[in-house]
Every structure is written in structure tokens, then in C-alpha cells.
């Protein structure tokens, strides 16, 4: 493993894409999961292994009660594993500062998008970034890119978030989770309450991102839309207890 580089470097294909080598960003390994207050034999998630690369983006699908939201509960170090564990650019959760990581590495999208309603779109990202330790000079600024890299236009900046269709709610949500440049973005059903139109659209930039920007995307969701949009597709069932 000694000289193993990763994403160090970026070459471009013949039409001028960026092209980044894949790597395993973060592992499922056996992963099983009971919460404190279920019976000793239930479990909301059993056995379950799966690997996520960069640059690409994921669904994760199955029905109600099939563990997806414990999942990525999980996966972003809220709650440890009850066997198995996950693993994040080669090192276990376990062993790792998890408020750090939820500070660095992983930014959270939600269904209904968790955003301060009577702040403007640029204050709710900067509240991200000052509770994330963000040190920037021009946060107004950075805020305004980031709108712009969701498809945003800075006009958006001042508007209160309460006056925003969902759509641009959700975009501010994403604009929000990529703060502080995370290398997963992990979405709860982000476009539950969205049209197909906009759900699509919505899907159209995390595949930006995973695919120009080398991000690892994973989506929960139970849209077929959704589905055929993205580059794999992982299928929770439910536990038989
Ligand atoms: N806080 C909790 N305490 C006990 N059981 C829970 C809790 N949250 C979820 N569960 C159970 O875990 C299973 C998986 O739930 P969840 O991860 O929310 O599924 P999904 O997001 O796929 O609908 C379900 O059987 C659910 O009832
Ligand atoms: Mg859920």
C-alpha cells in the first residue's frame, strides 16, 4: 500500500471531463443494528455489506421499515453498530473522532430539508459553516458560490428562506451540506416532497457533483425516478426476525 495515491490527481477525458480514479470511500461491513429498546433478537438492519466509490452516486431502496434511515444513522456515526462496523477512507468508525467527522467528511441532506425558515438562504449556510469551525474570510461570498454551484442565483442570497419554492429550499439544503467541502453527502428521501420535474433537477446536482466533483453520493429513496438516474442502486429488505 505504500505508494497507493489517492485523488491526487485528476485527468481529463477526450471531451475535456475531468475523469478521477475511483476509490472506496466508505465500506458496510456486516453491519447489524438493534435499537436499545427492541427485543434481543430484532434487528432493523442484518448482515448488510455494501461499498461506496467517489465520483459516483448511489440509491439506496427498499419499503418503509427496512432500516434506511437507521442506516444512514450509521453511516454518518449518530449511532454505532451493534456488529460489524463502517468504514471510512480505510479507518473504523469506531476508532474515529465522530464529531470531527460529521464536521469534515459528511454533509446531510434531509426530506424536509431542516433549514431556518426566517433566515435568508446565505444566513442558513453560514450558521453551517460557523457551527462547523469554518474559518473563511468571506462567508457572504462563499455562501453565494456555493448557491451558485446548485443553480442558485445570487439573488437568492437575501430571500428568506420562508418565501423559497421547496425545490430552492432544496437546493439551499445541499448548498448548506457542501460547506465545508464534505466527501459524502448522504440524503434521507431529498426529494420526497418534490414534483418529478424538480426531483429530477434535484438529481441533476448530485450527479454534478459526484461526477465533476468527485463526490460520493448516496440517496435514500423509494422514487423509480430517482433510481434509474443514479450509477447503482443498493436494496435494503426487510429484517426477518
Ligand atoms: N428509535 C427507534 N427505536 C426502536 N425502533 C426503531 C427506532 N427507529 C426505527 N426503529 C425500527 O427500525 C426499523 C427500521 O426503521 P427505519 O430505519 O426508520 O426504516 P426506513 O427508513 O427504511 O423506513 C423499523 O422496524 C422501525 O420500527
Ligand atoms: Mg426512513
Known sequence: MANKKKNNYVSKDNLGKNVFPKDIILSIKNVSYRYNDAKEDEFALKNVNFNFETGKVYAIRGRSGTGKTTLLSLISGLEKCTEGEVIFDGKSLKNMNLDK???????IVFQSYNLLPFMTASENI?????AN????????????ELMRKVGLK???????VLRLSGGEQQRVAIARSL?????????????????????????????????????CVIIVTH???????????????KVKN
Open 101 to 107: 467527522y460529521r464536521n469534515s467528511d459528511i454533509g
Open 126 to 130: 453560514i450558521l453551517s459553516m460557523d
Open 133 to 144: 469551525g469554518l474559518k473563511i474570510k468571506n462567508k457572504k461570498e462563499k455562501a453565494i
Open 154 to 160: 445570487e439573488t437568492y442570497a437575501d430571500r428568506k
Open 179 to 215: 460547506s465545508y467541502n464534505p466527501k459524502i453527502i448522504i440524503a434521507d428521501e431529498p426529494t420526497g416532497n418534490l414534483d418529478k420535474q424538480t426531483e429530477t433537477e434535484i438529481l441533476e446536482i448530485f450527479k454534478k457533483l459526484a461526477h465533476e466533483e468527485n463526490k
Open 223 to 237: 422514487s423509480q425516478n430517482v433510481c434509474d438516474g443514479v450509477d447503482q442502486i443498493y436494496d435494503l429488505k
